[in-house]
């Protein structure tokens, strides 16, 4: 199976306003009813290629799999980060996409950017999550207690990194 990524399209743009009212669709990353009209803002904004916050689809054997994120975020002066996310559309999770497509994106932002560290978080639930991005080469650093807000009660979070310095991965 071929693996890419390649920017948003604006025929893209029914999966991001699905995302705004979708639970079934974001699973466990439900924070309630999003403004179902930012998508096209955004797109018209920047094409979702933003300094801090971009977004990108993954692409399976030409079909579109689902989308990958990185946000910028600082630990201090000069500590800038990347913080990716993804999100598989529910017949092409389980088929080995997810941890091959967040390698790529690591390759892409270690490539294109200077940042020493990228890192991902995942709730304790995702187990699959969790397998996919030690596969794609991120180390477990340890559960951020309490740090996110969903389905009415504060949960933890577990983190985990990849750094510039760490061995490639072969996807």
């Not at 890192?119 to 304790?124: L, N, V």
């Not at 340890?142 to 490639?168: K, M």
């Amino acid at each position: 199976m071929s693996i890419a990524m390649r920017p948003v399209a604006e025929s893209d743009l029914p999966l991001f306003r699905r995302m705004t009212h979708d639970r079934e669709l974001v699973c466990n990353n439900w924070y309630g009813f999003r403004d179902p009209t930012g998508p096209e803002r955004r797109f018209a904004k920047d094409g979702y290629l933003g300094a801090d916050d971009s977004r990108v689809m993954v692409q399976a054997d030409d079909e579109t799999a689902g989308l990958l994120s990185w946000t910028a975020g600082e630990s201090g002066p000069g500590g800038r980060y990347w913080e990716i996310g993804i999100l598989l559309l529910p017949e092409w999770r389980g088929r080995g996409i997810g941890w091959r497509a967040q390698a790529m994106l690591c390759d892409y932002l270690f490539a294109n950017t200077t940042v020493q560290r990228i890192q991902a978080g995942t709730q304790p639930e995702n187990i699959a999550e969790q397998k996919s991005l030690t596969k794609a080469g991120f180390t477990f650093e340890g559960a951020i207690r309490a740090c996110e807000f969903r389905a009415a009660q504060w949960r933890d979070v577990l983190l985990y990194s990849r750094l510039r310095t760490d061995p490639a991965v072969a996807w």
